[in-house]
């Protein structure tokens, strides 16, 4: 299983960026996929996760509204849309799988066993 996160970079306050997580090794179509995050000094958060199984979601109330997530099951990648950056949203994102479980609706995001390498968004003028 691997989970291959880009889109990261440096964005202006009310800009947006969509990160994109490419998974392989397994079928996206059925266990939960999701993005956290962790700023320097902060303890990891989950940032907004999405079921496979009936396409429920969770979003962190810091970023209800602005992120989106979504997933191409035919390509097997995971996207976080993010509009109306913040200062606050700078971080290092990780996508996470909980394959091989399958996890129904979601009221938060589920215990993750795979994870892939971070990328870095940057909110700053």
């Known amino acids: 299983v691997q989970l291959q996160a880009s889109g990261g970079g440096l964005v202006q306050p009310g800009g947006s960026l969509r990160l994109s997580c490419a998974a392989s090794?397994?079928?996206?179509?059925?266990?939960?996929i999701g993005w956290f995050r962790q700023a320097p000094g902060k303890e990891r958060e989950g940032v907004s996760c999405?079921?496979?199984?009936?396409?429920?979601?969770y979003y962190a109330d810091s970023v209800k509204g602005r992120f989106t997530i979504s997933r191409d099951n035919a390509k097997n990648t995971v996207y976080l849309q993010m509009n109306s950056l913040k200062p606050e949203d700078t971080a290092v994102y990780y996508c996470?799988?909980?394959?091989?479980?399958?996890?129904?609706?979601?009221?938060?995001?589920?215990?993750?066993?795979?994870w892939g390498k971070g990328t870095q968004v940057t909110v700053s003028s």
């Open positions: 999405i079921s496979s199984s009936d396409g429920s979601t």
């Open positions: 090794g397994f079928t996206l179509g059925y266990s939960a």
């Open positions: 996470a799988t909980e394959y091989p479980r399958s996890t129904r609706g979601l009221w938060r995001c589920p215990v993750m066993r795979y």
